[in-house]
């Protein structure tokens, strides 16, 4: 699944994976910092969906509802 179809609870579920196998278990350094670049690029994605959906509340709200039906 590409990071453009994952949802805000699908990376953040991943996000949590690999927060809890790099408090919990005993690995490689080398693991150890892959895991925690890509945390980093996750933690980064799910930023990005929450500023897009504040953006999209905001802009619901401040026109009454952003439709005219």
């Known amino acids: 699944m590409s990071k453009e179809n994952k949802t ?4 953040l579920g991943e996000l949590e994976k690999i927060s809890s196998k790099l408090e919990s278990q005993d690995i490689p350094l080398d693991e150890a ?8 690029k996750l933690s980064k ?9 504040k953006q999209k509340i905001e802009i619901l709200t401040s026109d009454g509802g952003g439709s005219d039906d």
């Open 33 to 40: 910092i892959e895991l925690f670049e890509k945390g980093i």
């Open 8 to 11: 805000f609870e699908e990376t």
């Open 45 to 53: 994605e799910c930023s990005d969906k929450l500023e897009n959906a």
